[in-house]
């Protein structure tokens, strides 16, 4: 349904120390860069997810969050780990969500620059 999705943001250098270990969790490398934005995706393939440098940038308003498809559960307690320890900001503890559905396992929280995440294993 979706080519691919991007996210402004204000620092490049910062905004990349965060998501390059982040990505790497759920599969996720550079495919490719330059001075002003990265893109990632899975090795030798296009760019499903970008981030561009600019000025003024911040996310989209309540209601907006992107969750990434994890393989287990597992996944989604290291994407929650790392991205704490990378700078991002708890949202909701990995576990069950059984409101969402008897499977739906996720965390969620908020990158360094205001963009809510989530990893999801259903």
Same mark, same amino acid.
């Given at each position: 349904?979706?080519?691919?999705?991007s996210?402004?943001v204000?620092d490049?250098?910062?905004a990349?120390?965060?998501y390059?270990?982040?990505?790497?969790?759920?599969?996720?490398?550079r495919?490719?860069?330059?001075?002003? $934005?990265? *893109?990632?995706g899975?090795?030798? /393939?296009?760019?499903k997810? &970008?981030?561009?440098?600019? @000025?003024?940038?911040?996310p989209?308003?309540?209601g907006f969050?992107?969750?990434?498809?994890?393989?287990?559960?597992?996944?989604?307690?290291?994407?929650?780990?790392v991205?704490?320890?990378?700078?991002?900001?708890d949202?909701g $503890?990995p *576990?069950?969500r059984?409101?969402? /559905?008897p499977?739906?396992? &996720?965390?969620?929280?908020? @990158?360094?620059?205001?963009?809510?995440?989530?990893?999801?294993?259903?």
């Open positions: 349904m979706i080519g691919h999705i996210f402004g204000r490049l250098g910062h990349t120390a965060f390059d270990p982040v990505m790497a969790t759920i599969g996720f490398v495919v490719w860069s330059n001075p002003t $934005a990265v *893109g990632y899975r090795s030798g /393939g296009g760019d997810f &970008a981030l561009k440098q600019r @000025d003024g940038a911040s989209p308003g309540v969050h992107l969750a990434f498809d994890a393989p287990d559960r597992a996944t989604v307690d290291r994407f929650h780990a991205a704490l320890a990378h700078g991002g900001m949202d $503890a *576990g069950l059984p409101h969402y /559905g499977t739906y396992y &996720a965390a969620f929280l908020t @990158d360094p620059d205001g963009y809510r995440l989530e990893a999801v294993h259903q």
